[in-house]
């Protein structure tokens, strides 16, 4: 699991995605509807990269620990996210996704 941790880190993606979020904020006033709906989809394509390396991750994290390790986060902060398509979480929720 290291590996494919490591491997994210060093792969850029994370930080292309800040920067193309950082740009897109910064022209989101002056771009055209089709600009910014483009822009949304770039940034929604890195992301889905990056959720498929996390899940990558979290595929093998539960494989090393075992046939009922990790039950108890999975029922309670998986399953609830993905029984929501993938929508933002709700306002009041979110305090588990910030970093620390």
């Not at 992301?47 to 996390?54: E, H, R, T, V």
């Not at 620990?65 to 998986?78: D, N, P």
């Amino acid at each position: 699991m290291a590996d494919s941790l490591r491997r994210l880190i060093s792969n850029e993606t994370c930080r292309i995605l800040q920067d193309k979020l950082e740009t897109w904020y910064k022209d989101y006033h002056v771009n055209s509807c089709d600009q910014n709906l483009t822009r949304c989809c770039e940034v929604m394509e890195l992301n889905a990269i990056i959720q498929g390396q996390l899940f990558t991750i979290f595929n093998q994290a539960c494989r090393e620990g075992g046939q009922y390790a990790g039950v108890e986060i999975i029922k309670s902060r998986l399953l609830p996210w993905l029984g929501t398509c993938f929508s933002s979480p709700t306002p009041g929720s979110s305090s588990h996704l910030q970093v620390q």
